[in-house]
T-cell receptor
Framework: ETGVTQTPRHLVMGMTNKKSLKCEQHLGHNAMYWYKQSAKKPLELMFVYNFKEQTENNSVPSRFSPECPNSSHLFLHLHTLQPEDSALYLC???????????????FGQGTRLTVV | AQTVTQSQPEMSVQEAETVTLSCTYDTSESDYYLFWYKQPPSRQMILVIRQEAYKQQNATENRFSVNFQKAAKSFSLKISDSQLGDAAMYFCAYRYRDDKIIFGKGTRLHILP
């Protein structure tokens, strides 16, 4: 148990649906991340939030919309997805200070998303 | 752009033997951090070991150790006395300024009983 909780663990959605993934951490971390893990590909960094401000959008299509209402919660809103968006979506958090780059990211267990 | 390369998609090792997983990276930075993560079938990413680039001494955590060659931009992971529970995907990761953590494609490690 890393202290980062993702819900749901599994999600099947149609291409016209709207759904949201949720991530929660109570570790006192200020940085939160969304990663996409597809088969045979590296983990792809999607978004980074620091102190609730988005600091990285790695050319992610607009059908993925992140939201960070506070430092403990991170959402990924999904709409009109494509079958190729099926993947494991991992949330992570880490401390955010200049002296803490050696601190690892703590990951949730991921949401397995299937788009049909 | 920073990249992390793991050239071994899969590896197998006999239980109790030693195995080394390779990782190379490309960066123009001088101050950065390197990590090895383990992802078992449960999908939970767990930190195995970390290395600060400014430290010459190789990091060690129990049966896990690294061989960090900064000039060669190489960061391999050695697992000694392999155990069945070590079977997992292993990811090499690089962290530099800001908060980006870049991962390699991973190496799937099989432990043969």
């Amino acid at each position: 148990e890393t202290g980062v909780t993702q819900t749901p663990r599994h999600l099947v959605m149609g291409m016209t649906n709207k759904k949201s993934l949720k991530c929660e951490q109570h570790l006192g971390h200020n940085a939160m991340y969304w990663y996409k893990q597809s088969a045979k590909k590296p983990l792809e960094l999607m978004f980074v939030y620091n102190f609730k401000e988005q600091t990285e959008n790695n050319s992610v299509p607009s059908r993925f919309s992140p939201e960070c209402p506070n430092s403990s919660h991170l959402f990924l809103h999904l709409h009109t997805l494509q079958p190729e968006d099926s993947a494991l979506y991992l949330c992570a958090s880490s401390p955010r200070t200049a002296s803490n780059m050696n601190t690892e990211a703590f990951f949730g267990q991921g949401t397995r998303l299937t788009v049909v | 752009a920073q990249t992390v390369t793991q050239s071994q998609p899969e590896m197998s090792v006999q239980e109790a033997e030693t195995v080394t997983l390779s990782c190379t990276y490309d960066t123009s930075e001088s101050d950065y951090y390197l990590f090895w993560y383990k992802q078992p079938p449960s999908r939970q990413m767990i930190l195995v070991i970390r290395q600060e680039a400014y430290k010459q001494q190789n990091a060690t955590e129990n049966r896990f150790s690294v061989n960090f060659q900064k000039a060669a931009k190489s960061f391999s992971l050695k697992i000694s006395d392999s155990q069945l529970g070590d079977a997992a995907m292993y990811f090499c990761a690089y962290r530099y300024r800001d908060d980006k953590i870049i991962f390699g494609k991973g190496t799937r490690l099989h432990i043969l009983p």
